[in-house]
């Protein structure tokens, strides 16, 4: 979880291959109405991402133990949804990065509908987990092998 541009994809995709498991991109569940409006440059509402968590939270309910799925989960409310929809315990892993940094990789990328411009939104939005959240943050300002690594370690000792 996290601001759009901290990694989810890139950890995800990584994450799910050390761990065997499989990697679900949550903006392939967005509605089409949701990817129109984030393309204009449009930020979505609550009541936007409702059907897309109803549909990550489905998606997951479905998976196995190993199944990760990218998702912003910006707000508390959020997560207790998924987490409501999937019935089992959901562990979230908060991809936490400064503004200029994920500024910098939104920039970078190309062929996303995000744009850079819709960061501000998704800071703002942002809820990081409570301490009585099942979660864990990582950093982000540091090479991918590394931000997994953290990942797993932090997994092992929490025992998430």
């Not at 509605?31 to 936007?48: H, Y």
């Not at 998924?82 to 400064?98: E, K, M, N, Q, Y």
């Not at 953290?150 to 000792?157: C, G, K, M, N, S």
Request: hydrophobic fraction near 45%; glycine fraction near 8%.
């Amino acid at each position: 979880m996290g601001v759009s541009g901290c990694g989810k994809s890139s950890v995800g995709a990584a994450l799910a291959a050390r761990l065997a498991g499989v990697y679900v991109d949550g903006d392939d569940l967005h509605p089409p109405a949701n990817v129109a409006k984030m393309s204009a440059g449009i930020p979505l509402t609550d009541a936007d991402r409702w059907p897309w968590l109803d549909r990550v939270g489905a998606r997951l309910a479905l998976a196995d133990d190993t199944a990760l799925i990218g998702c912003s989960a910006l707000k508390r409310v959020y997560r207790d949804r998924i987490r409501s929809l999937v019935g089992a315990p959901v562990s979230f892993i908060h991809l936490d990065g400064t503004k200029e940094t994920i500024l910098r990789r939104l920039e970078a990328r190309r062929d996303h509908f995000m744009p850079s411009a819709l960061l501000e939104s998704q800071f703002a939005a942002l809820e990081p987990p409570g301490a009585d959240e099942q979660a864990i943050t990582v950093n982000i300002d540091q090479p991918l092998d590394m931000v997994v690594a953290a990942i797993i370690a932090a997994l092992e000792e929490e025992q998430l």
